[in-house]
């Protein structure tokens, strides 16, 4: 047994409101630059529908993940190394920027410099690509948000393509649930394996996968090894770009910028244990729809004395152990076993999980005129929810209805149970125990997912101390991505052919990490800066007032010579 550790996700998606401030913070902090107009390191999708890129679920196109050749071995789908080698410069199974979108401003410049007359001037819209003026804007990510189950859009999802005629007309009827995706920093990427110059690699300390883009030479191979297709090309530098897992925020001990801003606190961060020993033979599974169950075999337990004994052994810091033993992440999938992971069946071990959606079964018995918290109501209705089971199994484990109705029961319970409580009634342990668990496990679940305090939410270690050093070496000087327009760095002109940024952009300040996390920790006001200094609204934590936020009071005298204050 040789234990790691790896930073994982869950969401809840009974949560998700589809607002979208995940995916607009982590564009301004990520893909903001020239080149990766396109690119949504995170972004909302609404199912039923066609994700983004356009259907990036239809493998049997894009090739990527793994598959079991005939002697049982893992083989990505898109070949092995001399079919890959022989393609290396016409990579022919891409998606095209059709697939993705074609980003675009508007002429702006028109209506500052139109000369009056009668007509209204308009700003046409035009590609930040070739620079020629689009006649319409046919596609962008997420087009069709808020379209999800209409019977013009359902059979464009390759998920919905895959079910009975049954199921799918019964998504006309249905109402539509919002899935956020990022990369899933899997345990077997195959990204990683299809990329020619080793570019790709995972992190050992915290499972990160991350592009060396010094070595990417912009074959686009993990493009397509990608089954989630969460990998873009710079098309300005020629480099792969993907989620970072917002890796500079986690080595000081502080959520992704995702999880941070997220409106409906869905998110949660957390430590968990696996043997790396075992990832190839899990994801190896014959069957597709038993690889949901051997990930749970690959996540050891914290409390367990002889994984504490073995994660010793292994190096690994007893910060991390002890953030294992309290991670909600480890709670939502291997304890209440309410969070399933995305497409299992792509044989790449993903570790961004989610809890799925419950909400709508309340409203739909409360508007038929049964007691809609009742637990009898809750769990005969979830066989005929208006998300049908068969669908969310598709997607979160390979088909196999069983943990996806366990998880659905088990939802069901905690909500009857807090609603006995709610009401003042006796807990009723008959509850817990018809979905297997205890009350406690219920309410520890409703702590989890209910109220959702920030502590409870995100468990992140920090970085080993005598690791702090070499983090700030690398923040300083050494970083891969600290080049003309490397990602988060600012870099590139950044100047259109339309004025859409203002010459040379500043630096980006690079901070080190004592100073991120003192700064993240420290809760005196930020008022340090100085006389005269401008104030850097991104750095400022929203207490007391530093000087040159707001214009300073002066005096001046007045006409008939008494004098007062004015603030400017």
């Known amino acids: ?67 079991l050749t005939r002697r049982g071995r893992l083989r990505p789908r898109s070949g092995g190394r001399l079919r890959r080698l022989v393609s290396i410069f016409a990579n022919p199974v891409l998606p095209s920027i059709r697939d993705y979108y074609e980003p675009w401003t508007y002429d702006y410049r028109t209506l500052t410099e139109a000369p009056a007359g009668d007509d209204f001037p308009v700003a046409a819209p035009r590609s930040l690509i070739s620079g020629e003026r689009m006649d319409t804007v046919p596609w962008s990510a997420n087009w069709d948000d808020n379209l999800g189950g209409m019977p013009q859009h359902g059979p464009d999802d390759p998920v919905l393509a895959r079910m009975s005629e049954k199921v799918r007309l019964e998504f006309e009827q249905a109402f539509m649930f919002y899935l956020p995706r990022i990369c899933e920093h899997c345990l077997n990427p195959s990204c990683v394996a299809t990329c020619p110059s080793g570019a790709l690699y995972k992190r050992e300390e915290d499972g990160i996968v991350l592009v060396d883009q010094d070595r990417c030479r ?31 925020r986690v080595e000081a001990g502080l959520p992704t910028v995702c999880s941070e801003t997220c409106v409906g606190r869905l998110r949660n961060l957390g430590v968990l244990l ?69 497409h299992p069946e792509y044989r790449t071990m993903p570790m961004v999980w989610y809890v799925p959606p419950l909400s709508p079964v309340v409203e739909s018995l409360t508007a038929s005129g049964h007691d809609g918290e009742d637990e009898q109501n809750l769990f005969g209705a979830i066989e005929t929810l208006r998300i049908p089971v068969s669908y969310l199994a598709e997607l979160f484990t390979a088909g ?65 101390v005598g690791e702090a050093r070499a983090l700030e070496e690398s923040a300083l000087g050494g970083c891969s991505l600290d080049f003309e327009g490397g990602p988060g760095m600012g870099g590139g002109h950044g100047s259109g052919p339309f004025g859409e940024a203002s010459g040379r952009p500043a630096p980006a300040a ?8 003192s700064r993240a920790t420290d809760d005196r006001p930020a008022d340090a800066a100085g006389p005269g200094a401008r104030v850097n609204l991104l750095n400022w934590d929203g207490n007391g007032r530093p000087e040159g936020l707001f214009p300073p009071q002066q005096e001046r005298g007045t006409a008939d010579g008494d004098t007062g204050t004015e603030e400017r």
């Open 510 to 517: 690079v901070e080190n990490f004592h100073a991120l996390r």
């Open 1 to 67: 047994m040789r234990v790691m550790a790896q930073i994982a996700m869950v969401m809840n998606l009974d949560k998700c409101i589809g607002c979208h401030t995940c995916s607009v913070t982590c564009k301004q902090t990520w893909t903001n630059r020239a080149g990766v107009e396109y690119a949504w390191f995170n972004n909302v999708e609404t199912r039923p529908g066609q994700g983004y890129p356009r259907r990036h679920e239809d493998q049997e196109r894009w090739r990527g993940g793994w598959e």
């Open 400 to 464: 196999d209805t069983a943990p996806v109705d366990a998880a659905l029961r088990r939802l069901a319970a905690m909500r009857a149970h807090r609603r006995r409580l709610n009401l003042g009634d006796a807990p009723d342990p008959a509850i817990a125990a018809s979905v297997g668990m205890s009350t406690e496990q219920l309410d520890d679940m409703y702590r989890l997912l209910a109220l959702a305090k920030y502590e409870d939410r995100y468990v992140i270690p920090t970085a080993a």
């Open 218 to 248: 912009g074959w686009r191979m993990c493009v397509t090894g990608c089954p989630y297709k969460k990998i873009y090309f710079n098309h300005r530098t020629g480099k792969a770009e993907k989620c970072t897992f917002c890796y500079p």
């Open 274 to 342: 696996y043997d790396a020993d075992r990832v190839r033979e899990a994801a190896a599974t014959p069957r597709e729809q038993d690889l949901y169950e051997a990930q749970l075999d690959l996540f050891l337990d914290p409390h367990d004395p002889a994984v504490a004994d073995a994660a010793e052994r292994a190096g690994l810091p007893l910060a991390w152990l002890d953030a294992a033993r309290r991670s909600p992440v480890y709670d939502l999938i291997a304890t209440h076993r309410v969070a399933l992971p995305l």
